[in-house]
């Protein structure tokens, strides 16, 4: 038997947070916030607390229902709390990185989640031990720790303020305070988070499905370079960086979000749907049914399907447990045929031309190995659109993708890639197409980053070329 | 914090089986078999293989993925398994109710996996205990074993054919011998079952989607009333009843078998798909948009909106990680509106006149809050469309349902339902036109078992009125 | 790294039971019982208990405190329970044939419980498996069982005396049934039982250090050949067996029970010490330092030094912690001198002429290891001394030793064996003398089994030279 | 049910240590040195290993049977590595203050373990937030790891003897760098720490006894103010504080340490039991027989039976399976006499004049109850006699003791105690016959520190008085 892969060929998402102030079951919301944004990262879980006297931790490597059991909820005390699910990779998924990392300064203790990447930090983890400073992680989450405890202000915001000038890059954090919360979104809104309400309680998150789950009214998105703080005397606002045009990730809208969130202002399935229009009015082809690969690329698909005129079937069926399952067949196993993930219909797509929509190609073995799925099940054609133009070039800001070497667009043209994946046609999105989906024509000045599919990255990129400065921890398992 | 309902308003499935004989991988592929038919039961999981010299097995409570860790499937030796999944009431979810069960017998060992409910497995436990067996477990399977072990019989497959003799009900049963597999299925079809090949192997599992995850070729179905014995000369047939009208499950169809799967002949997205279309084209409704309740009626919404022109949506969204949740938030905490399942997508409902397409109403309070979450997100009306007729009568062959009294259409006509779930309109499809889907006309002589909508038992109901004869026996925990 | 090697080379002992009955905190009071037993058994456990109308069980593998966490007890109801703790070979360590074992018949509900071994299970159960009784497990206990259950009898009690008639061997066994306690030993009283009350409860133990440690007083021995029935009417007796002499087991005083427990009238400890003191008159040692092998030969070194005037001294150290150690030395690291279990006090030993007081020595191996210990941490000399006589024989009544052929006193006399573990000398008891240590002079119709010594069982082997009937049933791991 | 209490009538000890350079299975070597040393520290346990390039770590909370399971070992690559052992109170048992921490700072990545208590560590810790380090832990560990890092220093042992020099109580610490280990012992000698070999290996430990388990030779005790360097060039040794009168705990001789440990050149067996007849000449009792209370008075016990030559008894079992047991008797049980821990034996005490010897007594309440005991198995008379002074003072060198006013002896004097505890006649050892046992006449300037014993402590006491900055971090569960 051979372990899961940890590197699967999908971009990955870091992480998820969450945050609440003034209710008497926060720990339990922030765990049932969490529960919704659990497809942001499944490998480590935690929550903190405050009752004004006291912070309160837990955190554990796995799903959240790995991590809480009875009982440990009920020891997070408090009136507010933050929360974190963490996507990592395979070296580094250990207990110490696990986040909310809690911290006691000069002044104050604090605890502190974070989803994105900064540029950055590498650079500012070298000045920051050359000043002294000792890290227990490899996390960018410490990093801004120690830019918070350095920083010489009265307040919690104040420091989080000084710190969140010094970092660069695409970052949403939240912070708590012994009696108070505060969430800051990069200058970019590279990364996403919103503000909502419920009863007299503020919350924030990665995304609104959070606030729906929880009950709890979707307020606004908070503003990329915002500061909002909440305490005893309600809600503030302030900005950390001058307003610039927003340069929101479109990789969240193609892939990550889940569908029922709304992010920036458009909900994500809507938007899906509408690149699938496009993509069927743009790019079509001679099918008898289109499918979708589940889960992430049903709504193009519908969007494809109902603009085409080309009925949708559920020719690819993904198994919903196969999540949990570690026991992997071997290769001599996989060779026999053995796939657990994903299974292709026979009785709907023999002998058929088959469209099969998917949101993107990375390394490209998925869509080879899905192609001669739906052969094997008696397919006569595969004709593959994509509702996201040719992923080039990896991102900086918190999705985990292959290097780009490893991207089989940054060095093959899409006749190539259509040959290698054995497809019969292959169709992606431009960037203007994909622009489109939002509503703007052309991509100048659009508020979006398209880094991964232009090479045009928003920010410089401090930390290329630098070095780690020391030998390499590695924590192995729990 | 609650835990978790383990009766949830929904039909549950007993089990799923699998077997395979002749690989030398036997056991793994057992395992990926059965991960395909996990939605078949998650509470308990099992396998036993055999090496011609040695019995061996290993089960316990919970996925497979918890049951089955790195080492053990290695253990499992053999060039032939049985496995098992199953879903079982909160009471009876031990360890000692879990399956295969392994016996030792006069003549031989065997184990033995099941799938279904006897109508007479009381009478007959009742008779095999006067007459001094001894019972272990309160599973229907122990008195199938039983029978077998009393079997005055040469062959195994003499004496499974003696027992399947004496049992009346729905079952899938497979056995494993020490050299031998056999696989018998009642009379009337109740339970499914196929037989499938993986090279020199031969396979029997519950769905045909089992088949396409080892990448086995479906063969046929196998037969009501076939008795399948596959050994080292091969696989023979023989039948131990006469051959009657089938009676298959139509339920199997309309809510649990997994949309890749072919029953007897039929694909299930595609008979769903079909009874969508003429749940619009009989009981169309005036909406703007068209929601099916994820998963099960995905397939049906799919083929209302194509024949109803009206456009699909996400509007709802379920949480994949939730199964997995055991922390279920309080009823002060669910008053708030706390909600992990579903999610309603506000910006896709608002406004919106919904056409709700769900496959069954049982005890109807999941369709009130479901119509209550669309409303909630602004849904201006809610039409609800049921792609089965009404629910009247507990399933006794296998399908555990809620009893007849809180059946709520057992009690209440549609109007009726239609006010207590604060729907603007209600439709189900009629029996007939559930037969429709399939493509008969009428329900005379169909090859079908509808008595869940009907009230017609295709058996003789042996068992009812015939009281337990002692105490309880409660396992408790694992 | 090596697993632990299952099968050391000490005696085992196959379980420890108890039950009680009449106590608002049956199942509690039966958990700590079993606490005190656990030397016993450390494999495996569980309990059942009975609230008159349902009965309750849990058992799992390994100690209590793994079986057992916050909250199983609680649900085990009631005001009467039966409790097992089992040492189990390795291959049958699962959780099928973890006790008591709960089972229904014709008339009732029972469960079950056993210490010992009988020398027609084998016997019987291919007599019951011919008469068409089906066996799950590979224990003894069912095959108690279904006699009890073939038992043509009234009540329960009857059935139990009627099943204690057919079976041979060393038994102690307790059977709950809905609202009874029943405990029957077996004839020869091979195996201890005791019986005890703590209030208005009754209570029945394999040793009465399991009545102390609840606070429970020791009425008396359970008679061999003796039923005891405890119900709502209290406690009656009755004889399934005439009076024979009685016939305990040496090997119980000098190596398994807990020092503190009172078997048969004698206190285990004060037995040891005398058996040392004997020792030291008969088989002196020119030695400065007496050290007893830890734990079990601490008595009888204590004894030794008394007697002897020669000083007694902890050489050789224990690691309390090792027993649940499963990562154990491999080979490699054991020859660079790796040591868990035991240690030698260099500042102690060296230089020093040492008598070594072990309690018995089975296959050598062992002795061998600590003479070699303490010669390498400087003793001078070391002078073996065995608190028993040679062990030429295997137990078949419930302890399980080597095979014959792997004890070395079997096949070698004194003086090998005393080369084979290089000491410098070496003694034995007598057999006259062991009896001595109970102030009987002569073996002549002395109360004790002494067959390991003697080879002179004092029951038919009925079993031997029967075969299994069939291929082996293996269960792997939980 | 209750749980366990965490604080029990015992001093516990902070913790053990352990590290090996240049071995080949130098993580494997540590895990069976912490085996031995477990009795210093049973909540959480750890390894971090290096092998030159990278730096391997894994820590968890319970015994390292808990802790290290097949596999993590073998992760642990490398020829160097240090190990933990932890006790800690219940509040602060979190795998956040599990040890060895890893590091990385400006220079150089290291781990650290810690066995001890720092007497100015609030002080420090207030001085080094003030300069900006961010603390995540509550340990004394911590503190001194971030005055390595803040030191400005070229190579770790420079930086390790810089902060060294800043530290002041007790304290036995082992730093792993990259290609080195690093071991300082406190200037007065407080803590033990011991030197040794194996092969070209060589190993540090907290006692002795962890050298016998690996089969590594004792080459001395670390010096007092000490700091051993190894590396590829072989050992090294500076001093890091001016040589004074060392100042060894006689509380590890007189509770702590294994019996088998040499500490300071002392055996503990031979101390103890010298103890022991000390105890027997100038505080004798007219007893019948000698009972110690296991295990750590069995020492003193054999003594003091042998110079009084009354025999010596085991009246008092203790059930070596209590320590994993956390299903504690709710007060209701124990008030019908449930009582795990110790069983006293009725056929050897009743009737008996007992004398009772004892370590220590720390707060009263389990002499009480060991008294009570004896007597209600029916001895006649109990004297007590201590095998140490009234211990009337908190340690505050690295033992958790209660504080001052729940010492018994801080306000009581003898007859007061003798009264509360129940006893017939109390006696202790003074301070003189303590040094005594060692060979010191008088207790000018005797290489020990008693202050437990008279309040002499051989540091200032620099955090007296120090409040908390901040609110409390909890950490709950793992």
Redesign the interface.
């Known amino acids: 038997?051979e372990?899961v892969d940890n590197r699967p060929d999908r971009p990955q998402e870091e992480c998820g947070v969450f945050g609440i102030y003034a209710h008497s079951?926060s720990s339990?919301?922030t765990?049932?916030g969490l529960?919704?944004l659990?497809?942001r990262g499944?490998e480590a879980a935690g929550i903190a607390s405050?009752d004004g006297?006291?912070?309160?931790?837990?955190k554990?490597l796995g799903?959240?229902?790995?991590v809480?059991?009875?009982g440990?909820?009920?020891?997070?005390n408090g009136h507010a709390a933050i929360g974190h699910v963490r996507y990592s990779t395979a070296g580094a998924n250990t207990?110490?990185n696990a986040q909310p990392?809690?911290?006691?300064?000069?002044?104050?203790?604090f605890a502190i989640a974070h989803n994105g990447n900064l540029v950055n930090a590498k650079w500012l983890r070298?000045r920051l031990?050359?000043?002294?400073?000792?890290?227990?992680t490899t996390t960018d989450t410490e990093v801004i720790?120690?830019l918070i405890?350095?920083a010489n202000a009265d307040s919690l915001a104040d420091a989080v303020e000084a710190a969140a000038k010094q970092i660069t890059g695409g970052f949403a954090v939240v912070i708590l305070g012994?009696d108070e919360l505060i969430a800051v979104r990069d200058p970019l809104g590279l990364r996403p988070m919103v503000l909502g309400q419920?009863?007299d309680a503020y919350v924030v998150a990665s995304e609104s499905?959070a606030l729906?789950?929880?009950?709890?009214t979707?307020v606004r998105d908070v503003e990329p370079g915002e500061l909002i703080h909440i305490g005893p005397d309600g809600m503030s606002s302030r900005r950390f960086a001058v307003r610039r045009q927003r340069r929101m990730c479109t990789f969240e809208h193609v892939y990550f979000a889940?569908?029922?969130s709304?992010v920036d202002g458009w909900?994500v399935?809507?938007v899906r749907?509408r690149l699938g229009r496009i993509l069927a009015k743009l790019h079509p082809a001679d099918g008898d049914i289109v499918i979708g690969v589940p889960?992430s690329s049903?709504?193009a698909a519908?969007g494809y399907a109902?603009e085409s005129r080309i009925?949708?079937?559920?020719g690819l069926?993904k198994?919903?447990?196969?999540?949990?399952?570690?026991?992997q067949?071997?290769q001599?196993?996989r060779d026999?045929?053995?796939?657990?993930k994903l299974?292709?219909?026979?009785?709907?797509v023999e002998g058929k031309r088959v469209v099969l929509i998917d949101d993107s190609i990375v390394r490209g073995t998925t869509s080879r190995r899905i192609v001669q799925l739906l052969r094997s099940?008696g397919a006569s054609e595969v004709h593959v659109r994509i509702s996201s133009p040719p992923y080039v070039s990896p991102c900086h800001y918190g999705i985990d993708t292959a290097t780009a070497d490893q991207l089989i667009a940054s060095t093959h043209d899409v006749g190539e890639i259509c040959g290698m994946i054995e497809a019969d046609s292959l169709a992606f999105l431009t960037v203007d197409e994909l622009m489109e989906g939002f509503g703007f024509s052309g991509t100048t000045n659009v508020p979006f980053c398209n880094a991964c599919f232009t090479r045009n990255y928003p920010t410089e990129l401090v930390d290329s070329g630098l070095k780690e400065?020391?030998?390499?921890?590695?924590?192995?398992?729990?």
């Open positions: 038997m372990t079951k339990a919301l765990y049932y529960v919704a659990q497809h499944q405050t006297n006291r912070m309160y931790s837990h554990g799903l959240l229902a790995d809480f059991k009875q440990e909820l009920e020891n997070l207990i110490q990392i809690t911290l006691s300064t000069h002044t104050r203790n070298i031990e050359q000043e002294g400073s000792l890290f227990q720790a120690h405890a350095k012994n419920l009863g499905c729906e789950t929880i009950g709890a979707l889940r569908p029922d709304d909900n399935h809507t749907k889960d049903i709504s519908a109902e009925p949708y079937e559920m069926i198994n919903k447990y196969i999540a949990r399952t570690f026991i067949p071997s001599e196993l026999t045929g053995v796939r657990l299974n292709a219909v026979r009785s709907i099940a400065a020391h030998h390499e921890l590695v924590h192995v398992g729990g």
